[in-house]
DNA sequence: CAGTGGTCTAGACCACTCC
DNA sequence: GAGTGGTCTAGACCACTGG
């Protein structure tokens, strides 16, 4: 069952990536919305909310909701979005190499994580256009996932914890910076002399606040990017 | 005059920075915070929601709401912080070094930005424990800034913006890329000899949604760091 | 002035967790 | 079953925008 709010929600949404409602141009009132959905203003204004936060929409006081033009190119690092995901939405010709999968005992050290049970090791490599884009390593805690098949790994991970598996993934630290790596790794990635690349930790938590994921993943940083929405808050 | 469901959120997130909630444990349910306040349960519930988005909190339901521990370390880009802000917050000896103040026609062409009124141009060298980490260029638009005097620089622009302007800053872009960068602000920053620098572009925005400000960051990659607190979004 | 979004209330029913 | 958060309603008053 879907909630009201997120049905109407993913119903907006839909219309301004469509063009119904156009950049510049102004929603109907939550009054108008609400009559609309038959929802009440409260539900209506969940929803609105939920767009701002995407930046799909901005909120003027005394006037209305205005539709945003950067529906196309948000390519947040700031939501928790997939390889595929974001591949699938930008267009691009991926391709992932696995290159390994085993049990480990622990974690490496600087993921600075005591926690003790077994994870599995995922390593791939992943390719856009035919260049070497991200060396992916992840670790998967063995409380919640107990094997990890070839194919999936090739496909897709998300898709499996959270569509077969039920898992809910909820919130996650990233930790980003630009670090010399090995030389084997440059070759792999196709770094430059300098051997630099762009570090992107991760430490992915589930609905309870469990420790589930964590992810060490190198970019090129010749063919690194990321676009983000900010908001200023309050506090 | 701050909105009652603001003040909740400000006591709260004090409570927890300050260890009164600690980490791992639960907030008082929504019922008792609302008789706490003296607010009802739907006020607190927006709090709760603002604690949630700012990674203090987490809620669980059936079970509460439960204390994260990443008060400390958050170093966040995806919320506009300014230079100012984060030194407080991370209590560094920062230092600021104006380098330029003009006005200039127009913006350079790489921001891809068609806005035909003059901005004031402000170059900054930022210095962290004698090291130099960054270097802005902000170009902000003339429409709402008149003038900028060289103190204001030196200290805070935002401060100005938002103290002293009544300007609203409502939101951002920013685009993160790492960029071979010119001898001279290779020697400026003390890059290495690949001379590759993070280069942050923001586009700033007002609550009207009108284009306020242009920056580009270029920050030392050996010190450059962010950590970013995600979440999975449902759309 | 009428219309907009911003805040707040008091209630309701649900799904979930834990005992 | 009692308590929790999740969703939703119907109403109220406010501050702000525009004509």
């Keep these: ?122 390593k791939r490599l992943r390719i856009i256009d035919g260049e070497p884009d991200v060396l992916d390593v992840d670790y998967i805690s063995t409380k919640y996932v107990k094997e990890i098949s070839p194919s999936v790994a090739e496909h897709s991970l998300y898709d499996y914890f959270e569509n077969d598996l039920g898992l809910k993934i909820s919130y996650a630290v990233k930790d980003v910076s630009v670090q010399t790596v090995s030389e084997e790794l440059a070759k792999m990635l196709e770094l430059d002399p300098d051997r630099k690349a762009v570090l992107v930790k991760s430490m992915v938590y589930l609905e309870d606040t469990s420790l589930f994921q964590l992810t060490a993943s190198y970019h090129n940083p010749n063919r690194f990017r990321f676009i983000d929405f900010a908001r200023r808050s309050k506090i």
Tied chains: 1, 2.
């Excluded at 929600?9 to 929603?27: E, M, V």
């Excluded at 203003?41 to 936060?53: F, I, M, P």
């Excluded at 929409?57 to 939501?79: A, E, H, N, T, Y």
């Design 1 to 122: 069952m879907t909630a009201k709010q997120d049905m109407i929600t993913q119903d907006l949404a839909g219309k301004i990536r469509h063009g119904i409602y156009t950049p510049k141009s102004f929603l109907p009132s939550e009054n108008e919305l609400a009559n609309l959905y038959g929802a009440s203003r409260n539900t209506v204004r969940k929803s609105l909310e939920d767009l701002t936060s995407l930046g799909l929409i901005q909120k003027i006081k005394g006037k209305g909701s205005i539709v945003l033009d950067f529906s196309r190119l948000s390519f947040p690092i700031s939501r928790i979005t997939t390889f595929n995901e974001l591949n699938q939405s930008l267009g691009l010709k991926a391709e992932t190499k696995l290159l390994e999968i085993k049990e480990v005992k622990k974690v490496p050290d600087d993921f600075s994580c005591d926690n003790t049970e077994p994870f599995i090791k995922v």
